[in-house]
């Protein structure tokens, strides 16, 4: 436990590394000590050095494929499908990449697509991944190419829309596949194209999203090196690029708690044991968790009770409660902490009362974690792409990503791509995943530059650092 902060001291295993960065923000600044600024300037001169017509003859393919990028965007639009049900989508991305002459392999975690591009040179191993997936909201957004689509979402009959941008990731992924398809012999290594399905979490009782692809060896055969993705964000203006290193957005968690206490008439309560009433001393006592318990000067922690049944009847106590909520974490260490204090004050209140408690927790989502040295050596791609004043850091977000997954088993770097309505301040642009959630295409091209360059870029860092020995 660790009440008073000043004692807690995290983990210092290689897997969990990152806590310092989370926990003691002062050990970024001693790694940039550390990373002399001579290797700094041997990445910037190697950057300097990449053959620039490679870089004009990108910025040109992006542009003439925009409109392009855009229609398929709207078509992906206009015809979502929900995780684990991707079909259409995925025929679409794969008859696009086997025209481009790339290896396609399908039906990967159910419905994902895979793609890998061999260059003309060898070289390392770059994944890049785009989401699929659509969600079970309803559009409100005026545009003619809205969805009307509807499926089953856990037994029940939902409107779908892609109401987190999805679309527009694949949309620029198949665009980038295109301009790095067109420069094949130039490329010194492989590229792998992750399409994946599930992002928003696979259907009630099925597997599947990046910890499915993981699981099936999508970072495989061949064997990556490191990944990059994208995520299109309606409250950052278009042209513009966030990052964040290290722990970027948040684990997310699932948790149970069912409370049984003793059946008894509205009327007399003290003949029974009320679990409704200890239901709500436990949503305020997990509310102290988090301002009580957790250092949150150093790193964020939300826990959030979003369902709560009980009864069937005013004049009856019922004899069960059961509540469903999340946690969301930016770092393991306070994760595993949080988790045994819900339990604790869970059961602990529960007892009190004369009732018992019963709490699961589900691990659905690590942390987003960019790495460090990676960060360090692609940013200056992205500002060389974006203009230097367009690229900066982002907070740190308590929503979830499963991009994660990637990132437990290889290096990767995960940023943001503007994508806010024009003339429209961030206060009253729809947040993602609401029925409003509208996009501005114009960003498009920009995301096109910014993957396609961070592949030749590492391409060509890699390959010098390997041939130079160090």
């Known amino acids: 436990m660790f009440k008073n902060t000043a004692n807690f001291t995290p983990t210092s295993s290689a897997k969990d590394t990152f806590h310092l960065q989370t926990i003691k923000p002062q050990n970024y600044q001693m790694r940039k000590i550390i990373l002399s600024s001579a290797f700094l300037l041997f990445f910037s001169a190697l950057r300097a050095q990449n053959p620039a017509p490679l870089k004009v003859k990108v910025a040109q393919k992006a542009e003439s494929l925009e409109q392009k990028v855009i229609a398929w965007r709207r078509d992906f639009h206009q015809n979502p499908e929900l995780g684990n049900r991707e079909f259409k989508t995925g025929e679409k991305i794969a008859a696009h990449l086997r025209s481009l002459g790339i290896e396609v392999k399908t039906g990967v975690a159910k419905t994902g ?7 003309g040179k060898p070289g390392p191993v770059i994944a890049l991944r785009a989401d699929m997936d659509g969600l079970p909201v309803k559009e409100r957004v005026d545009v003619p190419f809205a969805s009307k689509a509807t499926g089953e979402y856990n037994g029940q009959a939902v409107s779908i829309m892609h109401a987190c941008g999805h679309d527009s990731h694949v949309a620029i992924l198949m665009g980038t596949a295109e301009i790095l398809a067109s420069m094949k012999k130039d ?32 970072l495989e055969n061949p ?53 409704i009433v200890t239901a709500s001393q436990i949503i305020m006592g997990l509310q102290t968790v988090v301002s009580r318990n957790a250092p949150l000067t150093e790193t964020p922690v939300v826990v959030t009770v979003g369902q709560i049944n009980g009864g069937v009847r005013s004049n009856i106590i019922p004899e069960e409660v059961n509540m469903n909520g999340t946690i969301r974490t930016l770092d393991p260490n306070v994760q595993d902490f949080v988790h045994e204090r819900i339990k604790s004050v869970t059961t602990n209140i529960a007892e009190s009362a004369g009732a018992t408690a019963d709490v699961s927790i ?15 050596m692609m ?20 929503g979830a990503e499963d991009f994660s997954f990637y990132q437990q088993k290889v290096p990767g770097l995960f940023f943001f791509l503007g994508g806010a309505p024009k003339g429209k301040p961030a206060s009253e642009t729809a947040s993602h995943h609401t029925p409003d959630f509208y996009i501005d295409e114009s960003g498009f091209v920009l995301g096109m530059k910014a993957m396609t360059n961070l592949v030749i870029d590492y391409m060509e860092m890699k390959k010098e650092v390997n041939t130079s020995g160090k």
Not at 207 to 215: H, I
Not at 363 to 375: A, K, Q, S
Not at 379 to 397: F, H, Q, R, W, Y
């Open 379 to 398: 940013v200056p791609t992205l500002e060389a792409t974006a203009g230097k004043d367009n690229v900066s850091i982002t907070p740190a977000a308590t």
């Open 187 to 218: 490329l010194k290594g492989t590229v792998k194209f992750i399409f994946q399905p599930a992002e928003e979490g696979a259907p009630e009782g099925e597997e599947g999203g990046a910890a499915l692809m993981v699981k099936e060896g999508v």
């Open 223 to 275: 064997k990556v090196d490191v990944i990059f993705g994208l995520h299109i964000n309606a409250q950052t203006e278009v042209g513009k690029i966030r990052y964040k290193p290290g722990g970027t957005m948040a684990s997310s968690d699932w948790f149970k708690i069912k409370i049984k206490g003793k059946q008894a008439h509205g009327a007399t309560p003290w003949q029974g044991t009320d679990p």
């Open 362 to 376: 589900t691990r659905m989502c690590p942390v987003t974690y960019n790495d460090i040295p990676l960060t360090e």
């Open 113 to 119: 697509v895979v793609g890998i591009l061999k260059g």
